[in-house]
């Protein structure tokens, strides 16, 4: 092979090795959102949980996501939007 024909395969050898690193990248993205899509379904929310709003607005107070006066307003509007438990009848209606 001379110099002449160096012209027509250097082309073909980049783009072979351009081809090649692009599939393995793609594959590596689209191994990588599969595993995280796998894990997210594999793994409870705090709120299917039965993690209580109160309980979150806790947990959050406690790692420090919010502070003390966030806290209170939102027990507040909390306090104000969550039905009060029936109360009881003890069928002494009188």
């Known amino acids: 092979m001379g110099m002449t024909t160096w012209w ?10 351009l081809v090649l690193v692009g599939a393995i990248v793609w594959m590596s993205v689209a ?13 409870p929310s705090r709120a299917t949980a039965g993690e209580t ?3 979150t607005l806790q947990r959050r107070l406690a790692l ?3 502070d003390v006066e966030t806290y209170e307003r939102s027990v507040a509007a909390l306090e104000r939007t969550t039905p009060a438990p ?8 009188r």
């Not at 027509?8 to 090795?17: I, Q, R």
């Not at 595993?35 to 379904?41: F, G, H, S």
């Not at 029936?86 to 209606?93: H, L, W």
């Open 8 to 17: 027509l395969v250097a082309p073909v050898l980049c783009g072979f090795w």
């Open 31 to 43: 191994l990588a959102k599969a595993l995280r899509a796998r894990r997210a379904a594999e793994t």
């Open 53 to 55: 709003p109160l309980a």
């Open 64 to 66: 420090g996501e919010v």
């Open 86 to 93: 029936a109360a009881e009848t003890t069928g002494d209606a």
